[in-house]
Every structure is written in structure tokens, then in C-alpha cells.
């Protein structure tokens, strides 16, 4: 399957009017803290996941935010629904099947616009640097060189994340993904991106991860990394949220 795209330049610096949270796990890792709520909705110092994100996107100035929903799907669009000020909201409806990331963006495909767009999953929680996290990738995007722009930090500064690594970073800021199994990456995706929909194209049928259209960016030349200056936390299993809290805690 494909559509065609239509190609909006857009000049650096100029925050992506949507975005899209992911949304719709199953936060099996975080059990038993979702047996009986959406992830999402799991607290962290004292608020909903999902509210220190649109937190962010609010400081940003991000005026349309699309989530997709699954597990537990009524309570959290109930949740997001008329909640955060000065963005609208919009449902993509996954009740039916998880579509997994790659497989939740064909879905949202028709919502998202032709404009680039800023993917965020919604387990994650970041403190900015020096300057707020999604305005520097705003700043680095290069509509005439990039499909993907992805935010990184180094694996050292990848707080509760038992991973390997994701990627190697160029000089040139293009991206690599992991060459073997077993091998560890310098740097972890922290779970935000900005995405061109023109890179949404010629999917699969049924749930696949984003890293197909990663993939293809890669072999392009196309995709692009830039290092999170602030704090990032991975806040994927119950024994995360202490860690993370008391890191908080401390400034």
C-alpha cells in the first residue's frame, strides 16, 4: 500500500504543529500497575505518564496532538479528552488491534497531515537541557535532508534503561542502527522523533515497528540523531518509578 505525499518545506526552528503520542501498549513490563489502568496513566511523581508528556508539548507549543489508543482504551481517551490547554486532541482508534508503532502511524496516517510531525511515546519522562528538547529538534530539522530526526542520549545518561544501545551517530549527524547482536550502541532512542509522513509509504499488512521505515531512512541517508542535553528517564517496569522519582527528587 502507499499514497502519495505531498512535500511542505519547512524552515529550521519551526515547531511541528502536530503531534503523535504513542499510546496504545499493553504495558505488560509495568504489570501488576496496569491490570487495572492504561500505562500511561501509571503516576510518576505524582502525575500521569501521558501528563508529563503533553506537559512538554504544551511547553513547546504543539497545538494538535493525536493519540492512539488500545488497552484500557475508553479511561485513557477519557483522560486526554478536553484536559490539556491549547491543544487538541484526536483519537486513533486501535480497540480492534494493537498495531505496534510502525502499524499505529499507517492507522493515524490520515490525521497527521503532510507536514512533519513529532512522534513521542508516551512511557518516557525528560527534563530539558539548556534548551527545551522538542524546540532543538525543531532547530536541527532539514526538510531538504531528512525523513527522521531522532533524539538520542548517550547510553551512559540512559537512566533506568537496560538496553544496549540503539544507534551510532556520524559526524555528519546521520544514524546507524546496531550492527550485531550483542553488540552495544553508544546511543539509546529516547522514544522522540520528528517524522516526515512522507516517509510512511509502502507498509505491510497488520502490526509492524517503526524501525521498517527507520530502516529505509538509514539506507537513504536520510536519517539524522541529535543528543538530549537534559535528563532521561526509561520508566518501563514498576521498580523504574522509585529511581526515577528520587533522581527527581534530588534537582
Partial sequence: MTRQQTIR?????????????????????MRPLTVTRPKPLVKVAGKPLIDHVFERLQAAGIKRAVVN??????????H??????????????????LMETGGG????????????????????????????????LASRWDDATMDALLLMVPLARANNHGGTGDFYLASDGRIAGRRKLGRVAPFAYTGIQILHPRLIADWPEGPFSTNLFWDRAIAAGRAY???????????????AIPKTEAILADG
Avoid: C
Fill in 69 to 78: 489508543v488500545h488497552y484500557l482504551a475508553d479511561t485513557l481517551e477519557a
Fill in 225 to 239: 540523531g541529535q543528543v538530549h542535553q537534559g535528563l532521561w528517564f526509561d520508566v518501563g517496569t514498576p521498580a
Fill in 80 to 97: 486526554v479528552t478536553d484536559r490539556f490547554e491549547g491543544i487538541d486532541v484526536v483519537i486513533s482508534d486501535e480497540r480492534k488491534m
Fill in 105 to 136: 502511524l499507517v492507522q493515524a496516517r490520515h490525521l497527521l497531515g503532510d507536514a512533519p510531525v513529532l512522534v513521542v511515546n508516551s512511557d518516557n519522562l525528560w527534563i530539558d537541557g539548556p534548551m527545551d528538547a522538542i524546540k532543538l
Fill in 9 to 29: 518545506p519547512v524552515p529550521r526552528g519551526v515547531v511541528p504543529e502536530t503531534a503523535m503520542v504513542m499510546a496504545a501498549g499493553l504495558g505488560k513490563r
